[in-house]
Each structure stands twice: as structure tokens, then as C-alpha cells.
């Protein structure tokens, strides 16, 4: 067998370990039938995938979360139906998602399906004021064409000072009238830490969503965070478990399987091995995705120690390539008001995702000043950087892609 110059072998990262694959569990389950003219709710006939108990709200949810800020079929998306049909019956929104089309999307297939009372929807604010936050709250209603939602995040939360009496008052209001249910927040920037702690130490926050890959497995600072916020009763999600790399090289494409499990559900199993949290939010643009996440949650087999230990040489050796959204360090050592995190993120939307307009839609969207990539010297945030990534290079790339 051909050695990778990484030390790895396609063999060697994933192995087949037992039980029924996805193509025949849910082929079989299928029967040959088109998603869309499946029913459009749970199938108590077909397995459903697991559930746990988010937190202090005390709901089950299934430990696969449907993210939306995928492509959502706006008459009626066949994706939502099939994963509903597995008991993946979370949506996970957001106001901004698909360039604000997702809760139309998400209003269009309930109201179609008659689903609502068998979905739970969460959307989020971009506002984390009170009073911006509960407009949104009112328009994303409006969007998703419902009365309530079963949890509202504050979206991207960098701040924790948002999170204070006045808001507490307003979530306490609009807990009480009965449109959003639950509270809590996104966070995925280099403070994800400091704010897991912030939540453990506020009795309303219920939920956190917060950005867990298997490359932070071993942070210790992180574990602590966790930990203390799983004691505190918050309901955890995981999202961005997939560590994609920020990078043209497409580097996580030399780690396929040749066994049962590929890159992506290998590491959505590891996460869901962790008890400390509930679900992991996963972005599933096509029915194959989909069914292939579906399938791994319903297989009851643990990871092998031999697929812990590929995913920690998969982790090692594109260390280099992932950026973890410390602007903090790397920023300071720029003299411009650059964004390096988001625009890091973004080049991953262009190149690993294939999101080109998703991607150049959102650094667009950034400040002007921010936007002005190709006289900055970046050598300062290279030399800075604790993981080695070679910010010069993305930089680089991103000038390539994104700038005019």
C-alpha cells in the first residue's frame, strides 16, 4: 500500500468495523422510493436516530441537528422530509441563513407537511441587544411563518457583556409570552472557552452551540469550559465538528476511507461519544450527506481505538492548515483592520465547501477597510500564530478570490 508523505495511509484512517453500512441500512429502508414522495413525518417503521436531553430544558432532541445555512429548496425541501422520516426532526436556522431564504424555507416545509408540532426550530439573532434581539425574534416569526420557536440564540456571540440584566428581562418576557421557549447562544471565535464559562454561570442561559472538532479533543482549557458548563445544566451542541481546513489544498480529501466510515461521519461518531453533549449540528447540502450522517447515528458501535488514533494523525498532521479564530493573537500583529478569522472561514466556504457565493457575499459584507487584503503584511499574524498557519499564504488566497 502507497504511504502517504504524511505518514498516513487512506487504509489506515478509517477502518470497516461492524454493523450495517449506510448504502444498505438505508437503501433497505427505503425500499426504492424517491425522497420526495416519501411521507414527510416520522416513520416509526425505519429506525430513528438517538435522542438526549438538552440540558436544563429538559426536551430531547435527536443527536443529529439539521443546520440550515445549507441550500433550502424553497418550495419544499425533499432533505428536511427524509431526515424528519429518521426522527431528525431539528432545524437549526438562523435570519441570516442562505442570504435570509432559510426560514421561508423552513415556514414553506412545515406548513406544506403539516409538520410544525413534530419539529423543533431554533433561529438566531445577529442583534445581541435587547432590543435588536427581540425584533429579529419578530421577524424570523414572521419569516417562518409560526408562533413560536422551541429555542433562540444570540448568533455568533463574541461579547460576553451581552449577556446582562436588561437582556435577561427581555428572554424572561419572551419566555412568558410564549414565543421562544428556550434561550441561548452560538459562539465559534477564540474565546469559545471564557464563554462556555460565562454560560455556566448564568442561570438563564439554557443552551450553547459552540464550534467542537477533533483537533481540541485534548484542550484542556476547553475541557475545563465544558465541563463546567455540562454541571450547570447547559444544554451543549456541537458545531463546525468537521475541522474543515482553510485551505485551496483541500487537505482532509487525502484521508478518504476505504473502510466502513469516511472523514465526516467518523468525526461526527467522536463527538457523539462525548456525553457531556447533546448533538452535533451538521451541514447537509445533498440527500447523500444526509443519509450518510443519518446512518451513522443510528450504528450503535463506538469508534475503534485504531480510528481514535487515525483521527489524532489526521488532526497532527493538518494542524497547520485550520485556523481556530484566535484574532486575538494573530490581529494584534497586523497593523490594518483586517478580520483574519472570518476571512480564514470563508476561503474554506469557497474551497472546501464549494460555496462560492456564500463565501464572497459574506467578506463583502465585512467593513470596507477589512476587505483591503493585498498590501497587508501578514508575516507578523504568521509568526504569531500558536498552531503554524501559514496566514501569508491565505491571505493571499483570499485577495485571489475576494477582492474586486
Given amino acids: 500500500m502507497t504511504k502517504k508523505n504524511d505518514g498516513i495511509t487512506r487504509r489506515q484512517l478509517f477502518t470497516s468495523i461492524g454493523g450495517v453500512g449506510a448504502a444498505t441500512l438505508l437503501g433497505s429502508a427505503l425500499g426504492g422510493r424517491r425522497a420526495e414522495a416519501a411521507p414527510t413525518k416520522k416513520d416509526e417503521t425505519l429506525p430513528q436516530v438517538p435522542r438526549r436531553v438538552l440540558g436544563k430544558t429538559g426536551k430531547k432532541i435527536p443527536i443529529l441537528v439539521f443546520g440550515g445555512a445549507v ?27 442562505g442570504g435570509g431564504t432559510c426560514e421561508p424555507a423552513v415556514a414553506k416545509f412545515h406548513t406544506r407537511a403539516k409538520v410544525r ?17 427581540e425584533q429579529t425574534l419578530e421577524t424570523s416569526l414572521r419569516k417562518l411563518e409560526t408562533n413560536r ?13 451581552y449577556l446582562n440584566k436588561d437582556l435577561e428581562k427581555t428572554v424572561a418576557r419572551l419566555k412568558k409570552s410564549g414565543k421562544m421557549l428556550h434561550f441561548g447562544f452560538s459562539c465559534h471565535h477564540g474565546n469559545v472557552a471564557e464563554l ?10 439554557e443552551s ?52 466502513k466510515w469516511n472523514k ?41 481505538q485504531a480510528e481514535h488514533e487515525a483521527l489524532d494523525r489526521y488532526a497532527a498532521a493538518t494542524r ?19 478580520q483574519i478569522g472570518d476571512t480564514m472561514r470563508y476561503v474554506m466556504y469557497h474551497d472546501v465547501y464549494g460555496e462560492t457565493d456564500k463565501a ?24 504569531a500564530c500558536p498552531n503554524g498557519v501559514d496566514v501569508v499564504a491565505h491571505m493571499r488566497r483570499a485577495s485571489e478570490l475576494f477582492e474586486a
Avoid at 459584507?365 to 508575516?379: C, H, N, Y
Wanted: aromatic share 10%.
Fill in 196 to 205: 462556555l464559562h460565562k454560560a455556566a454561570e448564568t442561570p438563564w442561559v
Fill in 208 to 259: 450553547v452551540m459552540f464550534r467542537y472538532n477533533f483537533r481540541q479533543y485534548g484542550n484542556s482549557e476547553l475541557n475545563k469550559a465544558i465541563d463546567a458548563a455540562a454541571k450547570a445544566g447547559v444544554g451543549l451542541i456541537a458545531m463546525k465538528t468537521q475541522g474543515s481546513e482553510a485551505s485551496f489544498r483541500d487537505a482532509w480529501r487525502k484521508f478518504q476511507k476505504d473502510g
Fill in 117 to 133: 408540532d413534530d419539529i423543533w426550530i431554533t433561529s438566531k439573532s445577529d442583534k445581541h441587544d435587547p432590543a435588536g434581539f
Fill in 264 to 304: 465526516h461521519q467518523a468525526v461526527l461518531k467522536a463527538v457523539w461519544e462525548d456525553k457531556r453533549i447533546t448533538a452535533a449540528v451538521s451541514h447537509m447540502d445533498t440527500l447523500d450527506k444526509l443519509r450518510q450522517n443519518i446512518a451513522a447515528a443510528l450504528d450503535k458501535d463506538k469508534l475503534s
Fill in 149 to 161: 420557536v422551541e429555542l433562540y440564540y444570540l448568533h455568533a456571540l463574541r461579547d460576553p457583556d
Fill in 360 to 383: 464572497k457575499s459574506l467578506f463583502r459584507a465585512l467593513p470596507q477597510a477589512a476587505q483591503k487584503l493585498s498590501r497587508v503584511d501578514f508575516s507578523g499574524a504568521r509568526a
Fill in 71 to 97: 441550500s433550502l429548496d424553497p418550495r419544499f425541501d425533499p432533505k428536511l422530509a427524509e431526515a424528519l422520516r429518521f426522527g431528525v426532526n431539528y432545524i437549526d436556522a438562523a435570519d441570516c441563513y
Fill in 320 to 338: 497547520t492548515y485550520a485556523c481556530d479564530g484566535c484574532d486575538h493573537i494573530c490581529g494584534a500583529r497586523v497593523d490594518a483592520p483586517v
